[in-house]
């Protein structure tokens, strides 16, 4: 294992039954290190998250920890809305794991300050909003301070004030020192948090600033390299001025579109042939403002 890795995967696989979700995912996550978890629905992040955290058993590989008291904190994708209050719910979790009374107390009063959830310490959670409980979901997972945060789609379904309220609140958490792992559906987390980015696909897991830098490239024998092993044909890089939420909408329909930040708030996407036509038609009803086009014809 690598010195400086707080937690680090080899050659992870797991099944469910005679299915295998994830195949031979190799990772290491330093400290202080962001990374972001993509796929589509069912491609197996949260297994893999959950095997991070600890939770599940895998099929076959290593899970090594950087020391035996690492401590990791994980959010799930939702937390219920309990009959129960805020105050009630960590108190609760706290004794689950033997925390002394007095620090349990201290730290409650911490975390509802550090989130803004004050006023509603002593409100029932059933009267609590999607971002609400959210953001008890991170304090549970930050109630022990750990040096890693396993967070599965922090930010899915949430309205805009709630995004940034969290957002700001994992910054600093991120600047404190914690390594952050996330499954994202997007790339606003990984924009404002930075890191480094991989996709699950047909349950292995791929490095997509590789994939990225490759595209990227402005010789077009590395493009042809890089889309090799997606199909062969043309791809197109586009330089789009675009808000966030468009951001958002066109990564969720096309999610292998590669999207890299530029200066000026610019953004560049490298489409493949077979997106760019519905891409375009999008960006028309979305009216996205296309600064230049460029076509990249790949040898076959
Ligand atoms: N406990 C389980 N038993 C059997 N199959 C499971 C179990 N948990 C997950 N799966 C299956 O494993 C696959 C991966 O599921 P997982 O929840 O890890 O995907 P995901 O990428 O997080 O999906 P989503 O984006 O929809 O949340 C899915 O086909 C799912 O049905």
Redesign the pocket.
């Known amino acids: 294992m690598n010195r400086d890795s707080l937690i680090t995967l080899k050659k992870i696989s797991k099944r469910?039954?005679s299915?295998e979700?994830l195949s031979n995912i190799s990772l290491s996550l330093r400290q202080g290190e962001c990374i972001m978890i993509r796929?589509s629905?069912?491609?197996?992040?949260?297994?893999?998250l959950k095997i991070v955290a600890g939770l599940i058993p895998f099929t076959a590989g290593e899970r090594q920890l950087a020391h035996a008291k690492l401590v990791i904190g994980y959010a799930p994708?939702h937390l219920a809305r309990l009959r129960m209050t805020s105050t009630e719910y960590l108190t609760h979790m706290g004794r689950l794991s033997r925390m002394p009374k007095e620090q349990l107390q201290t730290r409650i009063e911490q975390l509802h300050a550090f989130f803004n959830l004050e006023q509603s310490k002593s409100l029932k959670m059933t009267h609590f909003s999607k971002g609400m409980l959210q953001k008890v979901n991170l304090m549970q997972a930050t109630l022990h301070d750990p040096e890693l945060l396993v967070l599965d789609?922090p930010l899915s379904g949430l309205d805009k004030e709630s995004v940034q309220h969290l957002l700001s609140s994992l910054q600093q958490i991120k600047a404190a020192g914690t390594s952050i792992l996330a499954?994202v559906h997007d790339t606003l987390l990984a924009s404002e948090l930075g890191g480094t980015t991989f996709w699950?696909k047909q349950g292995r897991l791929e490095n997509s600033n590789m994939q990225a830098a490759a595209l990227h490239s402005s010789q077009l024998s590395s493009v042809a390299a890089a889309q090799k092993s997606v199909e062969k044909g043309a791809v197109f890089e586009l330089l789009l001025e675009l808000s966030e939420q468009q951001l958002q909408h066109l990564t969720h329909l096309f999610p292998e579109v590669v999207w890299s930040k530029e200066r000026h708030g610019l953004m560049t996407a490298i489409v493949l042939q077979k997106d760019y036509y519905s891409l375009m038609s999008e960006m028309v009803q979305q009216k996205i403002e296309m600064i230049s086009l460029q076509r990249k014809e790949v040898a076959k």
């Open positions: 469910y039954g299915r979700v796929g629905n069912g491609s197996g992040k949260s297994t893999l994708d789609e499954a699950i």
